[in-house]
Nanobody, 124 residues
């Protein structure tokens, strides 16, 4: 199985940028479709973005489209989430997740492995 560790979260102001990283170990990252999810207090975990195994295709939630970019470097076993033009409503714990099936889903239930999460707080 793969172990995932997120980093890069923090406290920023509205309009700022952050880049989250997700480092994988234990298995080759290219074996997995990778995704980012987030969970705000009192809310369910929601899909943010997904990238296919090769990095050739990406998918985004409407709420982040045009502001966030997911990418991966399989040679470094790392997935990234570049977040620009951050808004207070982006405040959440962000989780990296791995899907071994490669089917492609926006559902958290479709992902097999999860990191511990990193907090992103955007002040207005």
């Amino acid at each position: 199985q793969v172990q995932l560790v997120e980093s890069g979260g923090g406290l920023v102001q509205a309009g700022d940028s952050l880049r989250l990283s997700c480092a994988a170990s234990g298995r080759t990252l290219s074996d997995y479709t990778m995704g980012w999810f987030r969970q705000a207090p009192g809310k369910e975990r929601e899909f943010v973005a997904r990238v296919t195994r090769s990095g050739g295709s990406t998918y985004y939630a409407d709420s982040v489209k045009g502001r966030f970019t997911i990418s991966r470097d399989n040679t470094k076993n790392t997935v990234y989430l570049q977040m620009n033009s951050l808004r207070p409503e982006d405040t959440a714990v962000y989780y990296c997740a791995a899907d071994r099936s490669g089917i492609g889903t926006r559902s958290a239930a479709g992902f097999d492995y999860w990191g511990q999460g990193t907090q992103v707080t955007v002040s207005s």
